[in-house]
Nanobody, 126 residues
Framework: QVQLVESGGGLVQAGGSLRLSCAASVAASGGTFSSYAMGWFRQAPGKGREFVAAIRWTGGSTYYTDSVKGRFTISRDNAKNTAYLQMNSLKPEDTAVYYC???????????????WGQGTQVTVSS
């Protein structure tokens, strides 16, 4: 019902910036993009998938894991069916595959539910 495609990943030096995009295609049976909470998770080699940031369908409330607060900004453009993750002051420990996700509720957002993209690799060199 919802297909997500991430883009914008790549290789960057520590201290640099990247902007990830998540383009959504929503089938008629899936409602509208604006009805979904959007989130970003990441998975580093040998580790589990962890929460990074989320934004409510209105865009009025955002949430971040402590390690990215003040450096990352999540946003959305409902007219373009796209969510974004602006990443500044990147650190080597931010290296991971970043996944976009769409859920009916931020409260239930997690690896076991919702819709997921294929991921985009972010590599931060020291």
């Amino acid at each position: 019902q919802v297909q997500l495609v991430e883009s914008g990943g790549g290789l960057v030096q520590a201290g640099g910036s990247l902007r990830l995009s998540c383009a959504a295609s929503v089938a008629a049976s899936g409602g509208t993009f604006s009805s979904y909470a959007m989130g970003w998770f990441r998975q580093a080699p040998g580790k589990g998938r962890e929460f990074v940031a989320a934004i409510r369908w209105t865009g009025g409330s955002t949430y971040y894991t402590d390690s990215v607060k003040g450096r990352f900004t999540i946003s959305r453009d409902n007219a373009k069916n796209t969510a974004y993750l602006q990443m500044n002051s990147l650190k080597p420990e931010d290296t991971a595959v970043y996944y976009c996700t769409a859920h009916n509720s931020i409260a239930t957002m997690g690896p076991g539910a919702g819709y997921w993209g294929q991921g985009t690799q972010v590599t931060v060199s020291s």
